[in-house]
């Protein structure tokens, strides 16, 4: 494994909490890992496990989806139906050899700057610890293609 | 009288399914053979490789190809057919998207050899010998190279159409032939059958609750005899992909009682059948505590790329295990 490895992280952060978050992190002047690339999307019940999946095959080493709290959704329900995906993805991608740890959910409120944070950075470490995922280089050309 | 457009059909990894759903068309074929010439037919004409080299290039009008390819044979077979033919066909769920051989991108080449040639509880080989074309050279036979993974047909050859089903049925087939021989040729890449989800030709439809469908379980189908045939099949807890698939096929697993499986693929637009139908079954579960819906997946999904995958493992996003390097 190379040395100076950086994981590549995709954060998909819903718009009312998480996104919010890094927000106040952002204008606080929070220190934080520099591996996160944030993509915003109005509710984590958005959250299609394709976009999980085509993260993975297009070179993330770990996908962070975040969501605001149970009971706090701002669509009334949508986290549950993310929390619900989201096990059973973990279930799906250890079944493809992926490793379960390079998935996480975390629920993380408008306040939260310093959890989220906190989860980055740790995020950040087990990614370290585990390696590059470097999926589409282990692919043969043939499966590159998309639909 | 002109001459009748040529036609030729051919056979990858598959079961043998699909050239019976040639011969299901019944009466219909006649209509068929009646405007056109089948020039090359393994499974019931006598015409041999070297009489499709002979063709000009182009002069076949349109090839059916089912299976999925996994042997350098095939690849030769199809890469030869498509020269020599204007459209190429896949047919079926296999040259569609991989199908059930697909399955085997979920093991490594070896394992599957360690098993078949040498643990299987029915395999005398104390020489643990292995099938390769070496090993046949040595004795004085051709082999092919069985390649690391299955391919769907698009990911060997351009395809120009697709005709899902496992089989096709024969409505589907019998519409597509006639569409081809129109000369009205629709958008390159079409799936040739319906646009929409299962579920609109589906009879139970009508059986589905306004307020949506909510499930505590998700059986797992053993008895088709304790199934209501009355009643939305979701409803009593069978894992139906039916609202992710594409319809076209008169629902007829559905008509025996019998949950979609997903033979006809996704809708237009769906990157990956697996993760729609992933992410489709979450969303009904009711539940909202995390330990319980493991519970509930534990016990309903202990396999999730069987289920979600069972048709289209070699087109979706990750197309095979990871096997880590050691």
């Known amino acids: 494994m190379e040395k100076n490895f950086e994981p590549k992280i995709v954060g998909i952060f819903c718009n009312w909490c998480t996104y919010a978050a890094a927000d106040l992190a952002g204008v606080s002047r929070m220190q934080y890992a520099p591996n996160l690339r944030i993509v915003r999307v109005m509710c984590s019940g958005r959250i299609h496990p394709e976009f999980i999946l085509w993260a993975f095959k297009n070179g993330a080493d770990g996908v962070l989806i975040g969501g605001c709290h149970p009971g706090d959704c701002h669509y009334i329900e949508g986290n549950y139906k993310n929390l619900r995906r989201y096990l059973l993805l973990k279930k799906l991608i250890s079944q493809f050899g992926i490793e379960e740890e390079r998935l996480r959910l975390e629920w993380i409120s408008a306040s939260e700057a310093d959890k989220l944070v906190k989860v980055v950075n740790e995020f950040a470490e087990t990614l370290k610890k585990l390696g590059p995922l470097s999926l589409k280089e282990k692919l043969p050309e043939y499966a590159k293609k998309e639909v | 009288m002109a001459e009748k457009p040529k036609i030729a059909l051919y056979w990858c990894a598959s079961c043998g399914g699909c050239e019976e759903a040639v011969v299901d068309l019944a009466e219909d074929i006649l209509t068929v053979v009646e405007k056109v010439d089948i020039v090359f037919w393994p499974v019931a004409l006598d015409f041999k490789r070297e009489d499709v080299e002979k063709m000009k290039d182009g002069e076949i009008l349109a090839t059916f190809i089912n299976g999925a390819v996994r042997l350098s044979e095939q690849e030769d077979m199809v890469k030869l057919l498509r020269r020599k033919s204007k459209l190429i066909i896949a047919f079926g769920a296999c040259a569609h998207m991989g199908g059930v051989p697909g399955l085997a991108n979920a093991q490594t080449k070896e394992k599957i050899f360690e098993y078949y040639y040498h643990t299987g509880p029915i395999v005398v080989n104390p020489e643990k010998n292995k099938p390769s074309p070496d090993f046949a050279k040595n004795k004085g036979f051709e082999l092919p190279e069985f390649y690391k993974d299955v391919r769907a047909l698009d990911q060997v050859i351009d395809v120009d159409y697709y005709i899902p089903g496992c089989a096709p049925p024969p409505n589907i087939v019998k519409n597509a032939v006639l569409t081809l021989l129109s000369g009205n040729l629709p958008p390159k890449g079409k799936v040739l059958a319906s646009d929409r989800s299962l579920c609109y030709d589906c009879p139970l439809n009508e059986t589905k609750p306004d307020e949506g469908i909510k499930i505590k379980e ?70 909202n505590d995390e330990k319980e819906i493991n519970e509930i997946l534990e016990k309903g999904i202990p396999d999730p790329i069987g289920l979600f995958y069972m048709y289209s493992l070699p087109k979706s996003l990750l197309f095979k295990k990871l096997i880590k390097e050691e």
């Open chain 2, 218 to 287: 998700i059986k797992r189908y053993y008895e088709p005899e304790k199934v209501d045939p009355e009643k939305c099949l979701l409803l009593q807890g069978l894992p139906c992909l039916g609202p992710v698939t594409r319809g076209g096929c008169d629902a007829l697993c559905i008509k025996g009682n019998m949950p979609c499986t997903g033979c006809f693929g996704p809708l237009d637009g769906v990157k990956d059948y697996g993760a729609a139908a992933l992410s489709y079954i979450a969303s009904i579960i009711d539940s």
